[in-house]
């Protein structure tokens, strides 16, 4: 009875042995970590840069016609930046001429242009043909040829940029008197063509 005994209890102990060894050899390529994630996220849009141009008080939609040498003709623009537009960093004046004659090619003695800027919105005066401004002026462009390209407004962009967000201009068109006879008879058409450009890039 003992010799049996013995026997079995070897039987047990060397089956515990031989399935303990198999457990750790299985354990060998097996490795914990722990580990976090997490997201986020930001909406992103773009920014639009938005400028009308409407006529005001006798704007330019009305014909100049029959001038002679030191004759003036005055019409009114409003300019807007739109409520969802960007500020602007600058706007410009192109002006073009549909014909190529004296009135807009003789720099010294054809068309001349000046630009004024009213506080408010220009008004007739005693005369359909005079606009007068109730408020405060200032001057967006000294009188030079009626003709020129990319012509900086610094004074209508800062007014564009204000609440306001609005700029009421008078373009004051001259034939001077140094026109002679060669001007007699002409005929053309001045378009006012008004650019801004988006503000200074930021950080944000």
């Known amino acids: 009875m003992r010799i049996g005994t ?3 209890t070897g039987k047990i102990l060397a089956s515990v042995v031989l399935v303990g060894a198999a457990a750790s050899v299985a354990g060998l390529g097996t490795y914990g970590s722990f580990t976090s994630s ?8 773009s920014g639009k840069v938005v400028l009308s141009a409407a006529e005001g008080s006798h704007g330019l939609s009305i014909d100049a016609t029959n ?14 930046r739109s409520g ?5 960093g600058s ?3 192109t002006t073009t001429g549909s014909a190529a004659n004296l009135l807009t090619s ?19 005066g005693a005369t359909a043909h005079d606009l007068k401004c109730t408020g405060t002026t200032a001057t967006v ?21 204000s609440d306001a967000a609005t700029s009421n201009l008078r373009a004051t068109v001259t034939l001077p008197t140094s026109a002679d006879n060669d001007f ?7 378009s006012f063509a008004f650019l801004a450009t988006q503000r200074a890039a930021e950080s944000r």
Not at 38 to 45: C, H, K, L, R, Y
Not at 144 to 150: F, K, L, P
């Open 84 to 88: 969802d537009s960007e500020r602007f």
């Open 6 to 8: 013995r026997k079995t």
């Open 91 to 93: 706007v410009t004046l």
């Open 106 to 124: 003789d720099v010294a003695n054809g068309l001349q242009l000046k630009l004024d800027q009213c506080s408010v919105p220009w008004t007739q």
């Open 67 to 80: 001038l002679v040498p030191g004759d003036t003709v005055q019409r009114s623009i409003v300019l807007t």
């Open 141 to 161: 462009l000294a009188q030079r040829a009626v003709i020129g390209a990319d012509l900086d407004l610094p004074v209508a962009t800062t007014a564009l940029n």
């Open 184 to 190: 007699q008879g002409l005929s053309n058409t001045v």
């Open 38 to 45: 997490t997201t986020a996220s930001e909406d992103v849009s």
